[in-house]
C-alpha cells in the first residue's frame, strides 16, 4: 500500500504520463492524414508513403504507445509503491 | 479475498482449450471444402458454414453458466489480458469493421482510413484514459460507476438512459449487419434471419452472462480472425510469394493506381466539411484509390477520426469489459493487445479492397460489355455488382457496387471455392455476433443493475439480481430484433451515429469523473444533458440539411460543449463530499482492493451481523 504523502507525486507523474503517451499520438493523427497528398511521390515497399504513414504508421505508432504506456505507467506505480500487491 | 495469486484466478488450461477450437473450426471449414469437391449440395455447405460454428459458440457459451453475480457481470474478473484484448479488438471491429469498412475502403479508398484510424486511436484512448481506473473501481457497469463516482443514484438513473441511447443504435447495427451475413451465408432474406441472429446472440449468453459472453467471443473472434486472414493470404502469396496481404499489396497498389490513370478517373477535391460515406446498396465507384480527401473533407477525415475514437474509448459496451482482468495491470495490458489485434486487421482489410479493385480495373473496365468475366456476371446476377451501359466498353464510372459485399466478393473474385466464400461470411458474422451480444450483454446488465435494483441499493441476492438480468437480456434481444426490423437507416450509418452519440455523452462525463477530482454531481448531470441534447440536436439539423456538417459529426460539437458544460456546473455548485474524494483518490491508484468488491463485501459482513 502506497504512504498518504505519496498521492500527490504519483499523481501529478501519472498525469505526465497520460499526456506524454497521448499529445504525440494526437499530434501524429492530426497531422499525417493531412500531408498525406503530398508524401504520396514517394514509395515505400510499393505502397505510396502518404497513405503507408496514415495507415501502416499510425497503427504502428498506437501499438507503440500502448506498449510504452504500460511499461511506463508501470514503473511509476512501483517507483510510488502504488502496484497491485500480488 | 483482496490478496489471491493471480495463478489461482487465472485458468492455466485457456490455451488448450481455444487451441481445441481453433483446430475444430479449421476442421469444420477443410470438411467443408472436402464435401464440395465431392459435390455436396450447396444448401448442405452453407448450412455447415452457418450452423457449425454457431453450434460450437454455443456449446462454449452454454457450458460455461453462471450463477453468482460475480461470475454474471464480470465473469469472475479472472480473464487474462491476451484473451480480454482480443475479444475488445474485435468487438470493437464488430460487423461494421469487418463488413461496411472494407466496402468503404474499396469503394472511397484513403478516405475510409479515417474509421480505421479511429478504431485503433478509440483502443489507445481507451487504455489511456480510462480502462485502469474503471476496472479499479470495479463496478459491473457505467452507470454503477458513474453513480458511486458521483454519490448520487439521480446520475445513476440519468446516465443508465443516456447511455442506453448508443447502445441501442449499436445493436440495431450489429443486428443488421448479422443478419447481413448470415442471409448471405444462408441464401435467405435479411428480415428473415435478423430474428434468427439475435436470438443466437441472446441463446449463447443467457446462462453466463458475461462469463459466457467471454468464452464464445473469444471463439468468435478467432474464428473472425482466420476467416479473414485464409482468402487474403491466399491472394498475397499468389501476387506476391509473400503470405504477408498487409506489407506485400503495394505491387498491386502501383497496378490499381496506373490502371485509375488510364482510365482516367478524375481527382475530385472535397470541400473540407464534406462527409460523403458510400451508402448501403448498389453505389458507384468515383474516386481513386489513394488520393486523399476526395469524398471525405480533410477537416471532416480529422474530426471524424477524433470523434469516432472518443465513441469507442467511453463505449459503454467495452469499458464494462475492462471489469473482467483480474487487476489493473492486466486491464491496461489487455488494451495493448487489443490495439495489437484490431491493428492487425485493419492493415488487412486495405490489402482486400485493393486485390478486389485491381480485378475489377484488370478484368472489368475497359473490356466489352457482352464479354465480362464469369466472377462479375455471377456477382452481377447476385445483386451485388452492376453495369450501366451494356454494349460499349465498361468505364469505371459506370460500375455499380455493394459495399458490405466486398469482403466476401473479393473470393468470388479470384474464383476461390464456394466454401471459401462461405468462410468471409461465417468471419464476418462471427464479428458482428461478439459485438451484438456484447451490447445485448451491456444493456441488460444496465437494465438489472441500474434501473431495477439501482434504487434500492446492493441488497438484493445475488439470484435476483441475475435473474433481472436474464429477463432483461431476453427483453433486450426483442427489442433489437424489433429495431433491426423497424429501422430502414443504413447499418453503418447506425454504428456512426452510435459512436458519435457516445462520443458526446459517455466520453465527457468518464473524462471529467476520473480526472476532474472537483466535479461534482451536477457538473455530470450538466455533462450528459448537454451532450446528449446538443449532439441530438445538431444530428437533426445534419439530417435535416440545415447545417453543413453531416449528422455523424455531430459529435464534435457535443463534445466540447458537453465538456465546458459539465465544469461550468461543478464551479457553480458546492464541491463534492469529502467520501466522494476519497473514491477519487482510491480509483487513481492501483494498489489495494478492488472498491466495489470492497463495498459488497463490507455490505455482506454487516448484513450478517444484522440476522
Not at chain 2, 456449446?59 to 469472475?76: K, M, N, P, V, Y
Not at chain 2, 509473400?242 to 497496378?255: A, D, E, F, K, S
Request: net charge positive; charged share 10%.
Amino acid at each position: 500500500m502506497m504512504e498518504r504523502n505519496e498521492r500527490k507525486p504519483y499523481w501529478r507523474h501519472t498525469k505526465m504520463q497520460m499526456l506524454a503517451s497521448l499529445l504525440p499520438f494526437v499530434l501524429a493523427m492530426i497531422v499525417l492524414p493531412l500531408y498525406a497528398e503530398a508524401l504520396n511521390e514517394k514509395r515505400i515497399l510499393g505502397i505510396p508513403l502518404g497513405y503507408f504513414l496514415a495507415c501502416h504508421g499510425l497503427a504502428v505508432i498506437g501499438f507503440v504507445t500502448i506498449a510504452v504506456f504500460v511499461n511506463r505507467q508501470d514503473a511509476i506505480d512501483h517507483w510510488h509503491g502504488a502496484h497491485e500487491d500480488f | 479475498m483482496a490478496i489471491t495469486a493471480r495463478t489461482r484466478l487465472v485458468n492455466p488450461r485457456l490455451g488448450t482449450y481455444f487451441g481445441i477450437f481453433t483446430a475444430a473450426f479449421a476442421a469444420l471449414f477443410v470438411l467443408a471444402l472436402m464435401f464440395e469437391q465431392l459435390g455436396a449440395s450447396d444448401g448442405l455447405l452453407r448450412l455447415l458454414m452457418f450452423g457449425g460454428p454457431i453450434v460450437l459458440y454455443a456449446a462454449i457459451g452454454l457450458s460455461s453458466s453462471a450463477t453468482e453475480a460475480r461470475d454474471f457481470f464480470a465473469c469472475g474478473r479472472r480473464v487474462p489480458a491476451f484473451f480480454n484484448g482480443l475479444v475488445l479488438g474485435i468487438t470493437a471491429l464488430g460487423g461494421a469493421g469487418f463488413l461496411a469498412l472494407t466496402g468503404s475502403l474499396f469503394m472511397i479508398g484513403f478516405d475510409a482510413v479515417c474509421l480505421s484510424i479511429a478504431f485503433y486511436a478509440g483502443l489507445v484512448f481507451m487504455g489511456v484514459l480510462f480502462a485502469p481506473f474503471v476496472r479499479k473501481h470495479g463496478a459491473y457497469t457505467l452507470p454503477t460507476f458513474l453513480g458511486r463516482r458521483f454519490e448520487s443514484r439521480t446520475v445513476r438513473i440519468v446516465a443508465a438512459a443516456v447511455l442506453s441511447v448508443p447502445i441501442l443504435l449499436l445493436l440495431a447495427a450489429e443486428a443488421r449487419f448479422a443478419a447481413y451475413a448470415a442471409a448471405w451465408l444462408l441464401g435467405q432474406s435479411e428480415r428473415l434471419m435478423a430474428p434468427l441472429v439475435v436470438a443466437c446472440a441472446a441463446g449463447i449468453v443467457i446462462t453466463g452472462g458475461m462469463r459466457s459472453l467471454t468464452w464464445s467471443s473469444v471463439a468468435q473472434a478467432i474464428a473472425a480472425l482466420l476467416a479473414l486472414a485464409v482468402p487474403a493470404t491466399i491472394i498475397a502469396l499468389m501476387v506476391s510469394n509473400l503470405p504477408l496481404p498487409q506489407m506485400t499489396h503495394g505491387n498491386v497498389l502501383r497496378i490499381v493506381t496506373r490502371a485509375e490513370i488510364v482510365n482516367g478517373v478524375p481527382i475530385v477535391l472535397a470541400p473540407p466539411l464534406a462527409f460523403d460515406l458510400p451508402g448501403a446498396g448498389i453505389e458507384p465507384l468515383i474516386k481513386r484509390f489513394v488520393q486523399s480527401f476526395g469524398s471525405v473533407g480533410s477537416l471532416s477525415f480529422v474530426l471524424m477520426s477524433f470523434v469516432a475514437a472518443a465513441g469507442i474509448a467511453a463505449s459503454p459496451t467495452l469499458l464494462s469489459r475492462s471489469g473482467t482482468t483480474p487487476g489493473v495491470y492486466e486491464a491496461r495490458k489487455s488494451l495493448g493487445w487489443a490495439v495489437l489485434v484490431s491493428g492487425v486487421v485493419l492493415l488487412t482489410l486495405p490489402a482486400i479492397a485493393v486485390y478486389l479493385r485491381a480485378m475489377l480495373l484488370e478484368q472489368v473496365v475497359g473490356h466489352a460489355g457482352d464479354r465480362l468475366p464469369m466472377w462479375f456476371q455471377l456477382l452481377q446476377q447476385a445483386g451485388i455488382a452492376s453495369v450501366e451501359a451494356k454494349a460499349q466498353t465498361v468505364r469505371l464510372s459506370a460500375i455499380g457496387f455493394e459495399r458490405d459485399a466486398a469482403l466476401f466478393a473479393l473470393s468470388i473474385a479470384a474464383g476461390f471455392p464456394q466454401v471459401i466464400v462461405y468462410l468471409a461470411l461465417a468471419g464476418a458474422l462471427a464479428a458482428a455476433m461478439a459485438a451484438l451480444a456484447a451490447s445485448l450483454m451491456a444493456i441488460a446488465s444496465i437494465l438489472s443493475e441500474d434501473v431495477v435494483h439501482g434504487l434500492s441499493g446492493e441488497t438484493a441476492s445475488e439470484a435476483a439480481r441475475v435473474g433481472t438480468a436474464r429477463l432483461a437480456l431476453l427483453g433486450a434481444a426483442f427489442v433489437t430484433i424489433g429495431l433491426a426490423i423497424a429501422l430502414p437507416a443504413d447499418p453503418l450509418q447506425l454504428f456512426l451515429w452510435s459512436l458519435t452519440l457516445s462520443a458526446a455523452t459517455s466520453f465527457p462525463v468518464l473524462l471529467l469523473a476520473i480526472w476532474v477530482k472537483r466535479v461534482n454531481a451536477w457538473g455530470a448531470l450538466a455533462t450528459m444533458f448537454t451532450g446528449l441534447v446538443v449532439t441530438i440536436f445538431m444530428m437533426l439539423l445534419g439530417e435535416a440539411g440545415a447545417v453543413d456538417t453531416s449528422s455523424a459529426l455531430a459529435g464534435a460539437v457535443g463534445l466540447p460543449l458537453a465538456l465546458a458544460a459539465g465544469l461550468v456546473a461543478s464551479r457553480m455548485t458546492p464541491a463534492p463530499e469529502r467520501s466522494a474524494l476519497d473514491t477519487v483518490r482510491e480509483m487513481r491508484v492501483p494498489g489495494g482492493e478492488t472498491l466495489y468488491d470492497r463495498e459488497l463485501r463490507l455490505l455482506r459482513l454487516k448484513n450478517r451481523t444484522q440476522t
